[in-house]
């Protein structure tokens, strides 16, 4: 048995996904991309991929399914040999069968497939052997074939599992890719987690209702201190029938009282106003709120319409639950 030393054994499989790379962008090429539209015209039709494998290959088909599904492509995953025992109910006209199977024999992926081609829209298969049973029973079959398993024996699925991953993560991001998935649509399926934190919107961080700031373009400054101060913001919005007229913050009453002095106090928050705030839409990301926040050199936004009414204001101190500062 051969003897690798572990950094050999991670060069075995990286030279198994470079040779993936040279085939996807050589030999491989239209067969990838006939994947990617199978899988996009599934999805128009509200077709579902289904990712199937059994043993190691089965592992990384519930990866890739779930790489699919947080991408924009629902997707689920069947195992072939509970298929066989009802799961096949799983499977509905119109989707996707994505099959896992180092060499194309595997017996209980092959005893679906008379099933698979009369329900299923098609077939994508990831194979090492592309004369195999499944390669050559598929609609489309792509090429995962390595020069060796890390495995010293070249028995225990090794390279071949990476280079699978690989093809699949590649798939998915194909796909969405040609959908135009938007990091928007992203973040709407992680709400959880750190990573929800990260993707959460506007709306969600904002301060609206009567914690907003207001005040009215005729508000006398000693109330505009008040309501700032009562609020706690650093800021106040000014209103002006119901639409936001400008802003007064921290920074603002500072330069005020260095250019007027006490005189401030005799103006009114339509006189002492910036008329030209930075604003945001409450469903805009929070990391697009921080993004004008830090090149602005600010510390709140105010949220508003499309028709310029005042929805929230969101704060820097909001975004820190979010761990984006």
């Excluded at 017996?107 to 499944?134: H, P, Q, V």
């Excluded at 135009?180 to 961080?205: I, N, Q, T, W, Y």
């Excluded at 007064?248 to 002095?261: T, V």
């Amino acid at each position: 048995m051969a003897q690798h030393t572990p950094a050999q054994l991670v060069r075995i499989e990286a030279e198994a996904l470079q040779q993936l790379a040279a085939r996807l962008e050589g030999t491989m090429a239209a067969d990838f991309e006939r994947a990617v539209d199978l899988i996009v015209q599934c999805g128009q039709s509200r077709g579902r991929v289904v990712v199937t494998g059994m043993g190691k290959s089965g592992i990384i088909a519930q990866k890739i399914a779930a790489t699919l599904s947080s991408t924009g492509s629902p997707a689920l995953f069947l195992h072939p040999a509970e298929a066989v025992h009802g799961d096949l109910g799983m499977l509905a006209r119109g989707d996707v069968v994505v099959a896992l199977s180092a060499s194309g024999e595997t017996e209980e992926i092959l005893r679906l497939l008379a099933t698979i081609k009369r329900i299923g829209d098609a077939l994508i298969t990831f194979c090492c052997n592309l004369k195999s049973t499944l390669a050559l029973a598929s609609d489309v079959a792509l090429d995962c074939s390595v020069p060796q398993e890390a495995c010293g024996m070249g028995l225990a699925p090794t390279a071949s599992t990476t280079a699978m991953l690989a093809l699949g993560d590649a798939l998915a991001i194909a796909v969405s890719l040609r959908k135009g998935f938007r990091a928007e649509d992203f973040a709407d399926l992680h709400p959880g987690g750190k990573l929800g934190k990260k993707l959460s919107r506007v709306h969600h961080l904002m301060h609206s209702g009567d914690a907003i700031p207001r005040v009215s373009l005729s508000t006398p400054m000693s109330e505009v201190i008040y309501e700032m101060s009562r609020k706690g913001l650093g800021m106040t919005t000014v209103e002006d029938a119901g639409k936001l007229a400008g802003i007064i913050s921290d920074g603002d009453l500072r330069r005020l009282l260095e250019r007027d002095g006490s005189h401030v106090l005799e103006k009114t928050a339509g006189e002492a106003m910036n008329r030209t705030p930075k604003t945001i839409g409450s469903e805009e990301l929070a990391v697009r709120a921080l993004s004008i926040m830090e090149e602005k050199k600010i510390t709140s936004l105010v949220v508003v319409n499309s028709a310029s009414q005042i929805l929230g204001v969101v704060h820097l101190h909001d975004l820190w639950e979010t761990e984006l500062i």
